[in-house]
Every structure is written in C-alpha cells, then in structure tokens.
C-alpha cells in the first residue's frame, strides 16, 4: 500500500507500506503477512504461491542493495510455535537474490517442502549471489540498511537472469504465522556498485 510517509530527503512522496493481518470474512480466515517481492502471487482457496523472480538485465555485477526501512515487530499471535523458534517476537526480513533461474522458484503455501530459509541460500539452486537481513527488534524511526551481496565462488561462470528482492515484517508468514501488530515501511531501494 502507498502511504505519504516518504523517507526524510527522499525525491518521493511516498513508500510502500507493509502490514500483516488476519484476512478473514466471518470470523473464517488465515494471518496474512505484510509483503512486498519481485514475482508474482496467486491465490488459491484459503493458500497463496508466490512465484519469486522477475527478468532483469545485468550490465555489471551490484556489491549490495540499499533501501531505506522503518518497521514494528509484534509478540507473535497467530500461529506460535509453527515452526519451533516462531515464538517471541515477528521476524523482520529483507533479502535479495541475483539467479540464473529460467522461471520462477515457487513457494505454495499448502506445501512446506517448497520453503526455504536465509540459511539455505548459499547452496540453493541457481543461485549466484545472495542479500539478507533478519531481526526481531523494531525501528520506529527512517534509516537506511544495505544488503551486501555475496557471490558463490561455485557461480562466479554463471550468468544471471532473474533478481529477487522480498520483504516482510512477518519472516514465518508462509507458515501463517506472526504478528497483527507488525508492519514495515520501504523506500529509495537502489543498488550499489
């Protein structure tokens, strides 16, 4: 969602904001997690597929990605304990992916075995260079993070197709988990090199 709270000194006059919710009609529904990614979404029943990726043309290899990001991380109260560490705190999460996918990897909400972790990024297919950041705390106040990428020595020959760029203030959503009160604002995202 837009809303008019660009970040201070931005050319901008608004950021993108983030908000996990329970989405339901009558009472019936699943927590959604506040989202913003490169790709696509569809929706199916009560699940969702996220197909992450979109084509972009590389002229030079970026160092990071900045972006600027202020958010509020909720007691968890949907979902708690799915999966074990989701308890506490939500899970504030950034990251950003440069592949050689030649489609886009899917996450199907009905189906864990489609997940994937920050951890898994260093050896996940495809994959030439990877960003992330994850924290549980919460920054009322504008400020600006960079994801430094890392690039698999394994990939260093390969050349990408796709990037990824994701980001959430609810890090266990695709299991329905996290917090009501949790959202996030981003703006200004560029990369570095």
Sequence with gaps: TPKNDPRPGSTGTTSAYLKSTFASVMGIGKFAAGNLFTGTFTVSGTNGTVGFGRDFAFNAKPKSLSVWMKNNEGTINYGAGNP?????NDLCTMMVLITDWKT?????????????????LATME?????GYYQSRESHHEWSEYTLELTYREDMKDVSPRMVVVSFTPSGFGDYFTGSSDSWMYVDDLKFNY
């Design 126 to 130: 495809g994959v030439i260079a990877y």
């Design 104 to 120: 886009q990897r899917k996450v199907d909400t009905s189906n864990t075995s489609t997940f994937f972790t920050m951890e898994d």
């Design 84 to 88: 074990a560490e989701a308890t506490g």
